[in-house]
């Protein structure tokens, strides 16, 4: 006795503890045997045949269980200890997985004890193999789970909940897109009109936006712009510069003094320490008595030229050189040019969403103003319905190489239907 | 998209011997197969591939319209079959890939020159109104989608990038456990439901190609009145029940496994 606690007592002498409660402690050390710890470990302890078949279970797995031995060893499975969702689960993953890796870890299931209750568990095995590499037995611990379950159901239900917040996020952006887009285009009499709006990321509001709107005396508005950022703070400029743009065309419909009166209330609106601007092309239509057709006056603000696919097959930018952006300076300069759209042109406008979208996810090469020039010549000529459409499929290709929105409106001036003369 | 790398397609075996397709189930990848394959390769050409979303198939091509019914699955078998193969092959179908041998055999019956059909069952929900017993409830499939979600806690985080293959952080491999049939879980959630609540029971009588259902004699998924009931419903299929237990039995006993089907490719070619 003496002898077996020597190790025990070396590093103290003893002195100071009474030989009774030595005594205790030395044949608690002594019952501490494998079989023992085996029986009483602090987790489950299953071993079982290849086939499931359980052979071995220690006191502990059965007191949690409620089974008897004699109930288990020889008579169950360890798949029917299983929930039935649990049993699928381990018969499509678990057991596969311990076949060909020859040991599984931490996987979480339920028990089903004997009185019908549940018991979360995690469950690790292992393949037992003989000395050839056969596999002989599953041995398996079990751990009791049912806090670190709680724990994860309330970590997956926080999951879900941010999932669903995303997902109202996501509506609400696109919700808040949509107001600041036409629901749908002004009918033009004697024009056709179509336009399209690419949305690069749903988490976040983009600042592009576009609308065509009568005028005084059969003459039209339309604009096409690219408001800087993105987010809560651009669509509150996105909208500001819409509305002022409608209302200054009222006002004024002369396309640079639009554009003059926009820059003016971007600058006393984001003075300071927080400039905001966009780029904005605004064009004025006026029906051509003379020549048929359409006179349109375009005024850019640094903004990408139009495109116009004439009806002869030929396309070419509409360049506006030395146009500023909007906002930015308290003077901006504004840029215009005036073209005639006769029958069977068509005008597009974009923002540089396209131009500047990456041709393959990941590229680092851009789509650019000579691919689009290319484009409108090779499509040219064309319908305000079938460009917008090409357009919409170029973008597909790119797929997610659009990193920034793109919105395109294009006008087309039809051939006169023989019932409706112009 | 190439099927090929789509499916993540391996060729092995013989030239030129009779080619015999492996389908994996759900829950796993063509890793499955990996225990049956050295036995079948001496004497046929055996094309091995993982379903979309499964293993080391291409992600980006899964969808969930196109894979939320066996459809999805049957289209990408025959386009696999005509891709792969110069003439008709033997279909192996673990599990649900068995009901997906069923449907693509019955669409173009010349594709194929029998059907395996391993451990299958063609529609595990009970119907009391035809006393079909499929061995399980709408319930025990819902629990079985919780049994998904809590082991698959984190997955997102950590796993998958390893998964998506991102090169960007290869310490991550090092940390899965698993190496094995990785899945998204909510690709694996919507596998989950097309495997156990499609009802392909009226599609057996339909099938036309020489047949083999092979059963395991103890399969807690697809016990063996449902074997039986498939045997009955294919028009001069054969059964065998293999000793074999489990719902695996490529994995759980793969030389018996093995013989069949190699037994029933001698018949059937």
Not at chain 1, 338 to 364: F, I, K, P, Q, R
Not at chain 2, 80 to 102: D, K, N, Q, W
Not at chain 2, 194 to 212: H, I, K, Q
Request: aromatic letters at 6%; proline letters at 6%; charged letters at 20%.
């Amino acid at each position: 006795m003496r002898e077996a606690g020597g190790a025990a007592e070396s590093g103290d002498r003893g002195e100071d503890r009474r030989p009774a409660d030595e005594e205790a402690l030395f044949s608690a050390l002594l019952e501490d045997s494998a079989e023992e710890l085996y029986e009483h470990a602090p987790c489950g302890y299953l071993t079982t045949l290849m086939d499931g078949q359980i052979v071995k279970v220690n006191s502990t797995l059965l007191d949690w269980l409620g089974y008897e031995r004699g109930k288990l060893v020889g008579r169950k499975r360890f798949s029917e200890l299983l929930t039935v969702g649990g049993r699928l689960y381990h018969e499509t993953h678990f057991a596969p997985l311990l076949r060909m890796q020859g040991e599984i870890s931490a996987i979480a299931l339920e028990l089903k004890t004997a009185d019908g209750s549940r018991l979360p568990v995690m469950v690790t095995s292992r393949v037992k193999t003989g000395s050839d590499g056969q596999p002989l037995l599953i041995r398996t611990t079990i751990l009791d789970a049912r806090d670190r379950r709680a724990y994860e159901v309330e970590l997956l239900r926080a999951r879900q909940e941010a999932d669903q917040e995303r997902d109202r996020l996501k509506l609400l952006n696109s919700t808040l897109q949509k107001t600041l887009l036409p629901p749908a285009l002004a009918n033009v009499p004697g024009l056709d009109v179509a336009a399209y709006y690419h949305i690069a990321s749903v988490e976040e509001v983009g600042g592009d936006f576009y609308d065509l709107f009568p005028l005084a005396a059969g003459t039209w508005g339309l604009f096409l712009g690219d408001v800087c950022g993105k987010g809560a703070a651009a669509a509150a400029v996105t909208s500001l510069a819409r509305y002022t743009l409608r209302a200054a065309a009222v006002y004024d419909p002369d396309p640079a003094a639009v554009l003059t009166n926009l820059n003016t209330v971007l600058n006393h609106e984001y003075n300071g320490t927080d400039p905001r601007f966009c780029t904005v092309i605004f064009g004025l239509l006026t029906p051509d008595a003379d020549r048929g057709g359409f006179r349109i006056t375009l005024a850019s603000g640094g903004h990408p030229p139009a495109l116009l696919m004439r009806a002869d097959g030929t396309a070419d930018y509409l360049p506006t050189p030395g146009g500023q952006l909007i906002g930015v300076l308290p003077d901006a300069d504004i840029a215009t040019t005036t073209v005639h759209l006769a029958v069977g042109d068509t005008l597009l406008l974009h923002t540089d969403g396209l131009t500047e979208a990456h041709t393959n996810a990941g590229s680092e090469g851009r789509y650019g103003d000579d691919a689009l020039l290319a484009f409108g010549r090779a499509l040219a000529p064309t319908t305000a319905s079938a460009v917008i459409g090409a357009v919409r499929d170029l973008l597909d290709t790119f797929g997610s190489g659009v990193d920034d929105d793109t919105a395109v409106l294009a006008v087309h001036v039809p051939r006169p239907t023989a019932d409706e003369p112009r | 998209m190439d099927v090929r790398s789509r499916n993540h397609v391996t060729v092995t075996g013989r030239t030129g011997g009779p080619v015999v397709v492996l389908a994996h189930g759900f829950g796993c990848d063509q890793n499955m197969w990996r225990l049956v394959v050295p036995a079948l390769e001496r004497e046929f050409t055996v094309v091995l591939f993982d379903h979309v979303g499964s293993g080391n198939s291409a992600q980006s091509a899964w969808s969930r319209e196109r894979y939320s019914s066996l459809d999805g699955y049957v289209d990408d078998v025959l386009e696999l079959c005509r891709e792969i193969a110069l003439g008709p092959v033997t279909f192996v179908g673990h599990s649900v890939s068995g009901m997906m041998g069923v449907l693509a055999a019955t669409r173009e019956p010349e594709a194929f020159a029998g059907l395996v059909l391993l451990a299958p069952s063609p529609c595990f929900v009970d119907d009391p109104d035809t006393g079909y017993r499929g061995g399980f409830s709408a319930e025990d499939i819902d629990e079985l989608l919780e049994s998904l979600d809590a082991n698959y806690l984190g997955w997102s985080g950590a796993m998958a990038p390893v998964i998506m293959g991102n090169p960007d952080r290869p310490e991550l491999g090092a940390e899965l456990t698993n190496s094995f049939c990785r899945t998204d879980p909510e690709i694996a959630r919507v596998f989950a439901r097309v495997t156990f609540l499609s009802d392909n029971r009226a599609d057996l009588a339909s099938v036309a190609v020489p047949t083999l259902v092979a059963q395991c004699s103890s399969d807690p998924i697809a016990p063996p009145e449902v074997g039986a009931f498939v045997h009955a419903q294919i028009p001069g299929s054969r059964l065998v029940t293999l000793n074999a237990t489990g719902h695996c039995p490529q994995l759980s006993a793969p030389e018996e496994t093995a013989a069949a089907i190699t037994a029933f490719v001698g018949t059937a070619g």
